[in-house]
C-alpha cells in the first residue's frame, strides 16, 4: 500500500518502483550544495535508507545554496541536521550518519557493503578517486559531481561519462588521474559553463547551479535503483 504522501509519484513510477526505491540503501558523501538536495529529494522520492558522510559544520555562508543551511542551524553538523530533515520528510527512512572527512588515510572507516548506489559530491579529488576506486571495484554503481562554484547557468548542466566533458577544470584533473588508474569510465553531472573566476580563492557559488545538479544527480540515482544500476 503506497503511503499518501508518495501517492503523486507513484502515479509517475508505479507501484513497483516505489518498492525498489523502499527497499534500497544510497551511499552519500558530501552534504554540501550539491550533496544535500540529492539527500532531500531521495527522502521525498521514498528511498528506505541512506548513509550520509560529511564531518562539516553548517556556517552562513552556506545558507545560499544548501538544503539544511538556515541561522536556526549554524555551527550544528551539516550531516545530523540534513538526516533530522530527512526523517521528518519520511519517518520511514533510516539515516545513518558518519561525521568524517573521508581521506585515502581514513577510507576504512566507511563500510561500502550494502549499498545498491553511491552518490560522490564532494571536492577533494584525492577522496574522489578513493570513492570511485572502491565503487567499482565493488561493482557499485556510482556517480560523481564535478565543479558547479563560479557558475550561474543550471540550464547547461547534464549527465554523461566523464571522458566526454569539456570546459570543467575539476573534470579535467579527474580524468587525467582515472586514466592513470585505468578506469574507462565514470557517470557523471556536470557542467558546460566556464567558470566565472573573481580572483577569490574560495569559488563563488549561485543559489541555482548546485541544487540544480543535486536534483538532477538524485534523478537519476533514483532511476538507477528502480532500473538495477542502469
Known amino acids: 500500500m503506497i503511503k499518501e504522501q508518495f501517492s503523486r509519484t507513484a502515479r509517475l513510477y508505479g507501484e513497483d518502483a516505489m518498492e525498489k526505491l523502499s527497499r534500497s540503501s544510497v551511499l552519500l558523501f558530501g552534504v554540501g550544495g550539491v550533496g544535500s538536495y540529492v539527500a532531500e529529494s531521495l527522502a521525498r522520492a521514498g528511498v528506505g535508507r541512506m548513509c550520509l558522510v560529511d564531518s562539516d559544520e553548517v556556517c552562513e555562508s552556506n ?105 570543467c577544470p575539476l573534470a579535467r584533473v579527474m580524468r587525467k588521474e582515472l586514466r592513470e588508474r585505468g578506469i574507462k569510465h565514470l557517470k557523471v553531472v556536470y557542467s558546460k559553463e566556464k567558470p566565472k573566476c573573481d580572483g577569490e580563492r574560495t569559488p563563488a557559488s549561485s543559489p541555482f547551479v548546485p541544487n540544480s545538479a543535486g536534483l538532477l544527480m538524485a534523478s537519476e540515482i533514483a532511476n538507477m535503483l528502480i532500473n538495477g544500476g542502469k
Open 63 to 167: 545558507i545560499n545554496r544548501q538544503a539544511m543551511a538556515l541561522h536556526s542551524t549554524i555551527g550544528k553538523k551539516k550531516a545530523e541536521v540534513m538526516a533530522e530533515r530527512m526523517m521528518d520528510i519520511n519517518p520511514d527512512m533510516i539515516v545513518d550518519v558518519k561525521t568524517v572527512f573521508y581521506l585515502p588515510e581514513n577510507a576504512d572507516s566507511i563500510d561500502f557493503s550494502g549499498f545498491d548506489a553511491i552518490a560522490d559530491c564532494i571536492d577533494t579529488v584525492t577522496a574522489k578517486l578513493e570513492i570511485i576506486s572502491r565503487a567499482q571495484s565493488m561493482g557499485t554503481p556510482i556517480i560523481s559531481a564535478m565543479g558547479t562554484g563560479n557558475k550561474m547557468r543550471p540550464d547547461m548542466l547534464e549527465i554523461t561519462d566523464i571522458f566526454k566533458t569539456e570546459g
